[in-house]
């Protein structure tokens, strides 16, 4: 059973920096697909980041390439997500996921595993 737990959202002020952290449980993370979606409220959860886990290979969301940065620790089974710049639109419930097989989707139905999200406040 994949696990995945997600820590170090909070408050922030714009043009600031948060890393969020990722920690994966439960298998062979070789093949898969880990990524960072969020949802901010009265709207659909969206893609921000991805990377394959063996490559890795990345990719982001226009909204957000340039300031973001995701990366793992394949000794830690760790993914982060680096927020620079941040922005008061970037202000949602953030959710690690995981998807089995590669390639890097950006539609949130594909991700089978899910953390149950960190809060991302930017004030203005």
């Known amino acids: 059973q994949v696990q995945l737990v997600e820590s170090g959202g909070g408050l922030d002020q714009a043009g600031g920096s948060l890393r969020l952290s990722c920690a994966a449980s439960?298998?062979?993370?070789?093949?898969?697909?880990l990524g960072w979606f969020r949802q901010a409220p009265g709207k659909e959860r969206e893609f921000v980041a991805a990377?394959?886990?063996?490559?890795?290979?990345?990719y982001y969301a226009n909204s957000v390439k340039g300031r973001f940065a995701i990366s793992r620790d394949n000794s830690k089974n760790m993914v982060y997500l680096q927020m620079n710049s941040l922005k008061p639109e970037d202000t949602a419930v953030y959710y690690c996921?995981?998807?089995?097989?590669?390639?890097?989707?950006?539609?949130?139905?594909?991700?089978?595993?899910w953390g149950q999200g960190t809060q991302v406040t930017v004030s203005a």
């Open positions: 996921a995981a998807k089995r097989t590669i390639p890097i989707v950006t539609t949130a139905r594909a991700y089978e595993y």
């Open positions: 439960g298998r062979t993370f070789s093949s898969y697909v």
């Open positions: 990377l394959t886990w063996g490559g890795p290979t990345t």
